[in-house]
């Protein structure tokens, strides 16, 4: 899966270059906000706001038909928030759990557009992504309370996880535009990872994704 993947990317960085010389070239920015989540063999995982930034072309192929390839730096990952309480022997432990892992990837795109009229857009691609770093953070709060008071103790985790983590992550996104005749526009987009982010070395058959919903904006120079 991933060799057909990056072939296809390859194909199409191809047809890119081969057309570049005859097409009209925009070349432009986007950024906006990732609801970003782990999904598979994964419990209690829930979503992680973050962000994204980077730069875009949009080289027509046609009237409707436009190739858009994209260098993003995305933040992806995911939350886990826990909380419980328990009664024994007339003591009640409490516990709190509140803990984010984070991680940080270049991101390369390539997505065939179409447009549907004048400013609406709908994109659908692959892409590849490089791992720059993996980070865990958390609290942890434990507080026990019976006839004698209470004893509370908090701990706070800050690591780097990037050694747990597949060094590359592929996947495909799909998702719409809508653009202004000024270049500016607003876009959502989902993006599927078909990788395990399981370090390929680490002794697991977990299965691990990224699952991100993308919402933002862009702007587009050259219309």
């Known amino acids: 899966?991933?060799?057909?993947?990056?072939?296809?990317?390859?194909?199409?960085?191809a047809v890119m270059t081969s057309t570049v010389a005859t097409a009209q070239l925009n070349f432009g920015g986007r950024a906006g906000l990732n609801l970003a989540n782990?999904?598979?063999?994964?419990?209690?995982?829930s979503i992680?706001?973050?962000?994204?930034?980077?730069?875009?072309?949009?080289?027509?192929?046609g009237?409707?038909?436009?190739?858009?390839?994209?260098?993003?730096?995305s933040i992806k990952g995911a939350s886990d928030k826990s909380k419980t309480s328990t009664t024994i022997a007339g003591t009640t432990v409490e516990t709190e759990y509140d803990a984010k892992?984070?991680?940080?990837?270049?991101?390369?795109p390539i997505n065939i557009?179409?447009?549907?009229?004048?400013?609406?857009q709908v994109k659908a691609g692959p892409y590849i992504g490089l791992l720059m770093g993996?980070?865990?953070?958390?609290?942890?709060?434990?507080?026990?309370?019976?006839?004698?008071?209470?004893?509370?103790?908090?701990?706070?985790?800050?690591?780097?996880?990037?050694?747990?983590?597949?060094g590359t992550d592929f996947g495909i996104n799909v998702g719409l535009a809508f653009q202004t005749e000024s270049g500016f526009g607003v876009e959502a987009r989902l993006t599927q990872g078909l990788s395990?982010?399981?370090?390929?070395d680490l002794e697991t058959d977990d299965k691990i994704s990224n699952q991100v919903i993308s919402v933002g904006v862009f702007y587009m120079l050259g219309n």
Do not use: C, H, W
């Open 1 to 13: 899966m991933k060799k057909q993947m990056i072939t296809m990317m390859v194909a199409a960085a």
């Open 38 to 45: 782990q999904v598979g063999d994964v419990e209690e995982a």
């Open 48 to 61: 992680l706001p973050s962000f994204y930034v980077g730069a875009a072309l949009q080289l027509d192929l």
């Open 63 to 73: 009237d409707k038909l436009f190739l858009a390839p994209e260098l993003n730096f």
């Open 101 to 108: 892992i984070k991680t940080s990837y270049i991101e390369v």
């Open 113 to 120: 557009g179409f447009r549907l009229g004048d400013k609406l």
């Open 134 to 166: 993996a980070n865990y953070s958390g609290d942890y709060t434990s507080t026990s309370s019976g006839p004698g008071g209470s004893v509370t103790v908090s701990e706070s985790i800050d690591e780097d996880f990037k050694e747990f983590y597949n």
């Open 196 to 200: 395990n982010l399981a370090d390929p």
